[in-house]
């Protein structure tokens, strides 16, 4: 079993930058893809970016592309979304996901594992 707590998320002005961090506990292995989807009020929950717990290979969804990084410390057990430039359209709830299967893909049904999420707001 994988717990996952997401942290980080606050209220940031168009241009900004924010860090979210998620923290990982249980038995997560080097295959794991760990990713970061967001949900915006009154729309389906999205991709955002997505890396291997092991390292190697990332993902990024088109529309963050350029602004977001994701990084993991495996020493800490800790997966964080870098997120630069920051526009409105931004603004959701964060979630932080586990895929033990290690596909890298940005199809929630992949994700088995979930955290509570965090919440981002950036104001124009």
């Known amino acids: 079993q994988v717990q996952l707590v997401e942290s980080g998320g606050g209220l940031v002005q168009a241009g900004g930058s924010l860090r979210l961090s998620c923290a990982a506990s249980?038995?997560?292995?080097?295959?794991?893809?760990m990713g970061w989807f967001r949900q915006a009020p009154g729309k389906e929950r999205e991709f955002v970016a997505a890396?291997?717990?092991?390292?190697?290979?990332?993902n990024f969804a088109d529309s963050v592309k350029g602004r977001f990084t994701i990084s993991r410390d495996n020493a800490k057990n800790m997966v964080y979304l870098q997120m630069n430039s920051l526009k409105p359209e931004d603004t959701a709830v964060y979630y932080c996901?586990?895929?033990?299967?290690?596909?890298?893909?940005?199809?929630?049904?992949?994700?088995?594992?979930w955290g509570q999420g965090t919440q981002v707001t950036v104001s124009s």
């Open positions: 890396t291997r717990w092991g390292g190697g290979s990332t």
């Open positions: 249980g038995r997560i292995l080097a295959p794991y893809t």
């Open positions: 996901a586990a895929d033990p299967r290690g596909r890298l893909g940005a199809r929630l049904p992949f994700y088995d594992y």
